[in-house]
T-cell receptor, first 115, second 112 residues
């Protein structure tokens, strides 16, 4: 039972255009969401997050949108750059109870930005 | 530099051998986690710890044991390695609830 799903294994985008990465979740207890970026042979690094009380969070070229009714979030990268080429993981967590900060991750989407 | 350090970075084991993966963090984080990454599966939680002397099972704990004798260290043990444990292992630490993780650079383990 995959509670966080990234249905697109890969995405290819031209430099300067918008990249949109999607993520769906099933557990209504999740109340914060994060995106991580991973280069080969490195650990994932935190990119941006959003709380369930918001529907949008922006940080420079990166914006995350949350649609709670659809249990869907997306990461927009504008404009895309070749250095953005990496694997992107969506993650979700629940702040309350005995969650202890545990995150559930999606399968990842490989983004390739062509010059 | 502050962060999470994993050792070793690479290891090849024969079926049935044992080994310990070490994770060390210098950020005074309370929470620590071990994940494995497999193709098409994303990152799956093996075990986690919410403080020194505590450990708990995650999503895929079978075949692994952990210990957190000191706050800064979280050890992952494989008592009898199996080919199904071939994976990339990531350790992470966190300040607490609702905070993101800081990951180590990973250990690539191959069991033959």
């Amino acid at each position: 039972d995959q509670q966080v799903k990234q249905n697109s294994p890969s995405l290819s985008v031209q430099e300067g255009r918008i990249s949109i990465l999607n993520c769906d979740y099933t557990n209504s207890m999740f109340d914060y969401f994060l995106w991580y970026k991973k280069y080969p042979a490195e650990g994932p690094t935190f990119l941006i997050s959003i709380s369930s009380i918001k529907d949008k969070n922006e940080d420079g070229r990166f914006t995350v949108f949350l649609n709670k009714s659809a249990k869907h979030l997306s990461l927009h990268i504008v404009p895309s750059q070749p250095g953005d080429s990496a694997v992107y993981f969506c993650a979700a967590g629940s702040a309350g109870g005995t969650s202890y900060g545990k995150l559930t991750f999606g399968q990842g989407t490989i983004l390739t930005v062509h010059p | 530099n502050a962060g999470v350090t994993q050792t070793p970075k690479f290891r090849v084991l024969k079926t049935g051998q044992s080994m310990t993966l070490l994770c060390a963090q210098d950020m005074n984080h309370e929470y620590m986690y071990w994940y494995r990454q497999d193709p098409g599966m994303g990152l799956r939680l093996i075990h986690y710890s919410v403080g020194e002397g505590t450990t708990a099972k995650g999503e895929v704990p079978d075949g692994y044991n952990v210990s957190r004798l000191k706050k800064q260290n979280f050890l992952l043990g494989l008592e009898s390695a199996a080919p199904s444990q071939t994976s990339v292992y990531f350790c992470a630490s966190s300040y607490g609830q609702s905070h993101g993780y800081t990951f180590g650079s990973g250990t690539r383990l191959t069991v033959v």
